[in-house]
């Protein structure tokens, strides 16, 4: 085989792969105390996936997630996005990185008080290169008649749809979700989840969930368990169910 042949079967091998972790570890210096929070995580992660990952206060999810994001850097290890070590880069470099690429939705919504649902939608199009409109991201997580509306004028729930439509406004590759349904009830919860399927769905952004809510794995194709800062289990899911279906 030609090495031109080898470079064509790599590429087409790594084609429905959107970011790759090897090695990965974190540890935080606190005085004379270490804190290991990643302890040499592998994952590969495909591009449209919809991944959900578990693990008890401490076990090393949100660090993952914040260095997967470009939020923060390992001690050691490499992050490859679409083919690019994101670790090498510079602040600058990894700005760009996240406003290009990645969205955020956190547990709390972060919105602007004094601004409505579409304008806090807009902060984001207005620094993307390709952004969806406001009213249609708005529209994507059934908020079509709220967009005038003001935080305070708005559920929990909407809240968080409105942080969610702010996320994806700008068409990210990555969409990563810290706890984002921890603060709602059951019934908005799943609204929210809702949201997130149609995301992933229609606009294929591959998404990562974190949660302590073991039922939602069920609407994921992979679920992913970490403790202690490693991965401990990682499962297929043969049939991602409805978020109206989940168990919670």
């Keep these: 085989m030609s090495d031109t042949q080898a470079l064509l079967r790599t590429n087409d091998a790594d084609a429905n792969t959107l970011l790759s972790v090897r090695g990965l570890t974190k540890v935080y210096q606190t005085g004379a105390v270490k804190v290991h929070a990643l302890r040499g995580i592998d994952l590969t992660i495909k591009r449209g996936e919809l991944i959900v990952m578990l693990g008890a206060s401490g076990s090393g999810k949100s660090t993952l997630l914040n260095i997967i994001g470009g939020l923060d850097t390992p001690t050691t290890g490499t992050v490859t996005f679409m083919g690019e070590d994101i670790t090498g880069l510079r602040p600058s470099g990894l700005t760009q990185f996240r406003r290009a690429h990645v969205g955020f939705i956190f547990q709390f919504y972060n919105l602007v008080p004094s601004l409505t649902a579409r304008e806090n939608v807009a902060l984001v199009t207005e620094i993307s290169k390709n952004p969806i409109a406001p009213e249609e991201a708005l529209r994507m997580v059934g908020l ?105």
């Design 144 to 248: 079509g008649e709220r967009i005038h509306h003001f935080p305070a004028q708005l559920s929990g729930g909407e809240q968080q749809r409105v942080a969610v439509a702010r996320a994806i406004a700008k068409r990210p590759n990555l969409l990563l979700c810290d706890e984002p349904t921890g603060a709602l009830d059951s019934r908005t919860g799943v609204q929210v989840l809702e949201a997130l399927k149609t995301v992933n769905e229609e606009l294929g952004a591959t998404t990562l969930i974190i949660t302590h809510n073991v039922g939602i794995a069920e609407m994921s194709d992979r679920v992913i368990r970490l403790s202690d800062g490693m991965i401990s289990e990682e499962q297929a899911m043969n049939r991602r169910r409805k978020p109206s279906e989940l168990s919670w």
